[in-house]
């Protein structure tokens, strides 16, 4: 079955930085799109990174320039690096895989922004 791991998640000083992984089985991962979502306490669940099969990206306003999204299709893994992170990027963090009808979601992973 389709399983998405996320890890790398944990408490971190704000301005300082973590690297988020999403491992994907159970799907062909070089032909499928992946992202990045969050959910903060209280809000709703929103996109914070995007990158197609080809490789394009996109991010939400607020993390542009301090979050960038890759993804290495030979180890079927997708990865987040943010940087600069402040106490508003407190939220848990998810990952999406998608194409055509089909949509999977990870557990997520916790990311406290917090000094």
């Known amino acids: 079955q389709v399983q998405l791991v996320e890890s790398g998640g944990g408490l971190v000083q704000p301005g300082g930085s973590l690297r988020l992984s999403c491992a994907a089985s159970?799907?062909?991962?070089?032909?499928?799109?992946m992202a990045w979502y969050r959910q903060a306490p209280g809000k709703q669940r929103e996109l914070v990174a995007h990158i197609h099969s080809s490789g394009t990206t996109t991010y939400a306003y607020s993390v542009k320039g301090r979050f960038t999204i890759s993804r290495d299709n030979a180890k079927n893994t997708v990865y987040l690096q943010m940087n600069s992170l402040k106490p508003e990027d407190t939220a848990v963090y998810f990952c999406?895989?998608?194409?055509?009808?089909?949509?999977?979601w990870g557990q997520g992973t916790q990311v406290t922004v917090s000094s």
């Open positions: 999406n895989a998608y194409q055509n009808l089909n949509s999977y």
């Open positions: 159970g799907i062909i991962f070089s032909i499928y799109n």
